[in-house]
């Protein structure tokens, strides 16, 4: 099993990025998809999240307008748009997959990934 985490980097306030998250040796289309974000001395917190199907997405109230969180289930890969960042926005960004098939989900039926990190300063 591996998530792959990659898009990461420098960017300047107000910019953009796309992370994307592989997944591989586990049924993709069964998980729901989410990205979590860990800024330093702080804890993990659940940036946005996509159902197995990609019909319901949620997002913590900070980047609502901001971030766009979708999949791919042909190509296993979900992704988080970002734009208008902060410098609030630094952290590393990991995704997290969760079994749940027909949208009942399982806790702690989960797989990570190693995270990427996003700096957002000028």
């Known amino acids: 099993v591996q998530l792959v985490e990659s898009g990461g980097g420098l960017v300047q306030p107000g910019g953009s990025l796309r992370l994307s998250c592989a997944a591989s040796?586990?049924?993709?289309?069964?998980?729901?998809m989410n990205w979590y974000r860990q800024a330093p001395g702080k804890e993990r917190e659940s940036v946005a999240g996509v159902n197995s199907a990609g019909e319901f997405t949620k997002y913590v109230e900070s980047v609502k307008g901001r971030f766009t969180i979708s999949r791919d289930n042909s190509k296993k890969t979900v992704y988080l748009q970002m734009n208008s960042l902060k410098s609030e926005d630094t952290a590393v960004y990991y995704c997290?997959?969760?079994?749940?098939?027909?949208?009942?989900?399982?806790?702690?039926?989960?797989?990570w990934g190693q995270g990427t990190q996003v700096t957002v300063s000028s």
């Open positions: 997290q997959a969760v079994y749940c098939p027909d949208n009942v989900c399982y806790p702690g039926r989960e797989y």
């Open positions: 040796g586990f049924t993709f289309r069964s998980y729901a």
